[in-house]
């Protein structure tokens, strides 16, 4: 007998990325607004009870089953309530693979939640988010299952905030090119040591502030930017043609590739048809929304 459970899982993307120097565990500690937007993978899970534990994910090809955070997750997860099984993962991918919008992370807490209900809720919510932490600094926002928080220290500490229900976003994600989340934070590392400046991370309060403003006076700042542009030329071009309305906001989101542009004038399609106009061939653009309710 097997038991099948499906849920989506969702990306997010950062408003503000604060990146704190780095600490002696080699962590380094955040100050981020995080929002969930409506892209979002499907995940399938079918469980069937054995005496030995045999983990398969399909639709994920390209990943090494090993490399993959849902493989891991499953696998320190029937450890930790010490039964075995053969758990069949399948997932539609709709996350774009090293952009920066949490795909990993999210896929690895929707599995947890999805574990949690077959097994009927045996971790409390402290033993499942120390688990989630152990695979990835962002799953404790996942699993949180909020729209909109404040995540401090490495990711464990999140503060869920009232989200807006006016902000469309357009992703784009330049085509055949990913970044590496170790190589961006050693080169910030490696770019702070030449220069010496880290600034003090804004509060909560004023974080919120400027969340409630329009969008067009936004004064956030993603910590990656400046490195992450280094990477590739489009960057470059992608940020000059949207900045030439002053009515939108946009940024990288996390450690990249994904850049994404936010407006709460209605008029979202025009930034979407002027980066297909654009970019078409280069760019992969999507409309998507920042969510204000599960």
């Not at 503000?16 to 962590?27: A, F, K, N, P, V």
């Not at 398969?56 to 090993?66: A, E, Q, R």
């Not at 045996?122 to 995540?151: M, Q, R």
């Not at 969008?215 to 949207?242: A, G, P, R, S």
Request: glycine share 6%.
């Amino acid at each position: 007998m097997s038991i099948v459970k499906s849920e989506r899982s969702y990306a997010k993307i950062n408003l503000h990325l604060h990146i704190s120097q780095r600490r002696e565990d080699g962590y380094h500690s955040l100050s981020s607004l995080f929002h969930l937007i409506s892209l979002y993978d499907m995940i399938t899970i079918e469980i069937h009870e054995q005496f030995t534990t045999e983990i398969f994910i399909s639709g994920m090809d390209n990943v090494p089953l090993t490399s993959n955070l849902m493989y891991t997750v499953t696998q320190l997860y029937l450890q930790k309530i010490q039964t075995h099984a053969k758990v069949s993962i399948t997932i539609k991918k709709n996350i774009p693979i090293q952009g920066g919008l949490g795909g990993g992370s999210s896929n690895a807490a929707t599995v947890l939640h999805l574990l949690q209900q077959i097994y009927h809720y045996p971790l409390n919510d402290k033993e499942l988010h120390s688990l989630g932490l152990e695979v990835g600094s962002d799953v404790p926002f996942f699993l949180h299952k909020t729209p909109f928080a404040y995540v401090e220290g490495r990711g464990e500490i999140v503060t869920p905030i009232h989200p807006r229900n006016d902000l469309a976003v357009v992703l784009s994600v330049p085509r055949g090119f990913g970044v590496s989340t170790k190589q961006a934070f050693t080169d910030l590392d490696e770019s702070r040591a030449a220069s010496r400046e880290v600034l003090s991370p804004p509060s909560m309060q004023l974080l919120c502030h400027i969340y409630a403003k329009s969008v067009k006076d936004w004064t956030f700042y993603n910590d990656f930017n400046n490195i992450i542009i280094e990477y590739n030329d489009l960057y470059n071009k992608l940020f000059n043609t949207t900045n030439r309305e002053k009515n939108w906001y946009r940024s990288i989101s996390g450690s990249g590739s994904a850049l994404y542009t936010i407006t709460d004038r209605g008029d979202e399609g025009d930034i979407l048809s002027l980066l297909e106009e654009k970019y078409k061939t280069q760019v992969t653009n999507t409309l998507t929304n920042c969510m204000h309710l599960l």
